[in-house]
């Protein structure tokens, strides 16, 4: 097993013990919501379903998690039909002596931990990832 493989399983693991601490969470199958919004909505200027939009969704408070180097962001969102998302966002403070080499880990490191959370859900398949690949909008 190279590297990388021993990072996927590493990240399985991690990811298996997360889920053990917080035990089993069951979530309605059907998240339609027709005519009001989710509990978990903001329901304010930032769900496009209340203003009247087809295409909008509904959209959380953002929820922010400070941790010691930074701090995390996460907004629960979902279209008209019921299809989930969360939007993630962190603010990492760099050393700059290791700037560079740091925000060059930190993206595939998150990519594999999303992948290993992923990868957790049956029926769902999120291979590991061959390498780094960015992305330009
Ligand atoms: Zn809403």
Do not use: F
């Not at 990811?15 to 027709?34: C, L, M, Y």
């Amino acid at each position: 097993m190279n590297g990388l493989g021993r990072a996927w399983s590493a990240a399985r693991i991690l990811v298996s013990e997360i889920r053990a601490r917080r035990g089993n969470v069951t979530v309605p199958a059907d998240w339609r919501v027709v005519g009001h919004c989710p509990t978990w909505c903001a329901g304010d200027h930032r769900c496009a379903v209340l203003a009247g939009s087809p295409a909008g969704e509904h959209r959380s408070k953002t929820i922010l998690w400070r941790t010691p180097y930074g701090r995390l962001s996460v907004i629960a969102v979902q279209d008209a039909i019921g299809h989930r998302r969360v939007e993630l966002g962190a603010s990492v403070e760099l050393d700059t002596r290791y700037a560079t080499d740091t925000s060059h880990v930190l993206v595939p490191a998150i990519d594999l931990v999303i992948r290993a959370v992923l990868a957790g859900q049956p029926g769902r398949t999120v291979p590991m990832p061959r390498q780094a690949r960015e992305v330009r909008p």
